[in-house]
């Protein structure tokens, strides 16, 4: 039976153990989505204290899917040597490095996008304050294009995967709901047309990386909202997203957010075990895991593949040595 300190095999990605680190916007790019010196040192400090996997938080893959000005983005060939840097300060530790990437969709502003935020329909999202304009067919073919050459750029940079990002309330997480998504073309409607798109950018970027290099998707499984996206489509389009070239499903949630107010611990995983029942590939959850004994409980219980710690490794860098010392498991040359 495995546990929190069983590697694991991602579709030929070698992990030393289950923990990872979700990706988790630190906020600190040039206003030209250009990678800075404290990107190094926030991410090499998880990454030396034996976490297996760092997602590298959200980063753009085209100015108007932005959803804040000092975010990463990768959306123009002259940023890749900034993620290289990244890369080559990460891989000496033997954690494995994977980029997030996204577009904000309707829950941006026109002052940050500078351009009039983009959705899958002129509705407000239920968090956002300015209504979007519908996204023609021709922005789709080249939002996808554009998360394409992004997932080109994070292979040239090195990175061991990617992560499109199909959670909390950004775009293709507004293409699965019903109350961001209100199309009448083919990318609407019933669970296969408002899936179209997240399945068609899936398709495209694993044509782009190719069949070797991970693909992970965040999956926001459940809006939370009346109305919303709900689980039991999650667990229905859950094998698609497989189908579709997806290596790995990272569980949370959707329009609801990555921190709904007052969730208990472990407030996605559910959610999480029901998808991993529904697919063959390996799940991750996030969500109010803070305690190595319950992370590993879970990994033994077989709710998940991969425990997602994050404001738990934001205030300690070193959880996962501390969950090594609870948990009686010997590490070797870790400081
Ligand atoms: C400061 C901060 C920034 C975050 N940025 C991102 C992000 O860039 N992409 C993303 O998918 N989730 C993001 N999240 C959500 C986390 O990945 C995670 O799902 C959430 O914090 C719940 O896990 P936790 O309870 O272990 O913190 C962020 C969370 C925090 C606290």
């Not at 579709?244 to 996605?268: K, Q």
């Amino acid at each position: 039976m495995p546990d929190l300190f069983s590697p694991l095999e991602v579709r030929g990605l070698a992990l030393r153990n289950r923990i990872m680190m979700p990706p988790m916007a630190s906020d600190v790019a040039t206003e030209t989505g250009e990678v800075t010196p404290r990107h190094l040192e926030h991410y090499l400090a998880r990454a030396r204290s034996q976490v297996a996997l760092l997602v590298v938080e959200h980063t753009y893959v085209r100015r108007s899917g932005r959803l804040t000005r000092t975010q990463l983005g990768l959306h123009d060939d002259a940023l890749v040597e900034g993620f290289r840097r990244l890369v080559e300060a990460i891989r000496p530790t033997g954690a494995r490095l994977v980029l997030q990437l996204t577009h904000a969709g309707s829950a941006t502003t026109a002052a940050v996008a500078e351009a009039v935020p983009e959705g899958p329909s002129a509705v407000l999202h239920p968090s956002g304050r300015e209504v979007p304009r519908e996204l023609t067919t021709a922005d789709l073919a080249q939002i996808r294009e554009e998360f394409a050459a992004a997932a080109r750029r994070a292979v040239e940079a090195g990175f061991d995967g990617v992560e499109i990002h199909g959670a909390h309330g950004y775009l293709l997480n507004q293409f699965l709901s019903p109350l961001t998504n209100r199309r009448t073309d083919d990318y609407g409607g019933d669970l296969a047309g408002r899936s179209r798109f997240p399945l068609e950018v899936i398709c495209r970027v694993r044509r782009e990386v190719g069949p070797d290099f991970s693909l992970f998707y965040r999956f926001g499984a459940d809006d939370g909202l009346p109305g919303g996206f709900p689980l039991a489509e999650a667990v229905e389009l859950a094998p698609r997203l497989v189908e579709a070239g997806v290596d790995l499903l990272d569980v949370s949630g959707g329009l609801i957010g990555s921190r709904p107010a007052g969730a208990p611990p472990g407030y996605n995983v559910e959610a999480a075990a029901a998808v991993r029942r529904a697919v063959t590939v390996p799940v991750a959850v996030a969500g109010g895991i803070t305690e190595p004994a319950f992370a590993d409980s879970l990994i033994r219980e077989g709710k998940t593949d991969l425990v997602a710690v994050g404001r738990a490794l934001l205030r300690d860098p070193r959880w996962a040595l501390r969950a090594a010392r609870e948990l009686g498991h010997p590490l070797e040359g870790t400081g």
